[in-house]
Nanobody
């Protein structure tokens, strides 16, 4: 098992930037990949970005390509989501998720609110 603690988020004006962090503890050596999801009011949770542990391969939702960057610091067991040029439609609760082991068992962070004002 892993425990994920998120930080960052808050209120920002359109065009602004925020950085989210997610620090893992526990069985971190079994983490295959980590990802960021978001859920806006009345909408389903969607995948925003992901990064694998071994080769740091990344993937992004089309809606955030060129604006968001996912990265990780293995020494700190932390994954980051740098969000630039934020738009009101980026407003959501953001969750980090870790995928563990061969079965890719998922563990969620507690979520953090990001609000972008127009």
């Amino acid at each position: 098992q892993v425990q994920l603690v998120q930080s960052g988020g808050g209120l920002v004006q359109s065009g602004g930037s925020l950085r989210l962090s997610c620090t893992a503890s526990g069985s971190v050596s079994t983490i295959y990949a980590m990802a960021w999801y978001r859920q806006a009011p009345g909408k389903e949770r969607e995948l925003v970005a992901s990064i694998t542990n071994r080769d740091r391969s990344t993937d992004y939702a089309d809606s955030v390509k060129g604006r968001f960057t996912v990265s990780r610091d293995n020494a700190k067991n932390t994954v980051y989501l740098q969000m630039n040029n934020l738009k009101p439609e980026d407003t959501a609760v953001y969750y980090c998720k870790a995928y563990l082991g061969l079965l890719r068992t998922g563990y969620w962070g507690q979520g953090t609110q990001v609000t972008v004002s127009s």
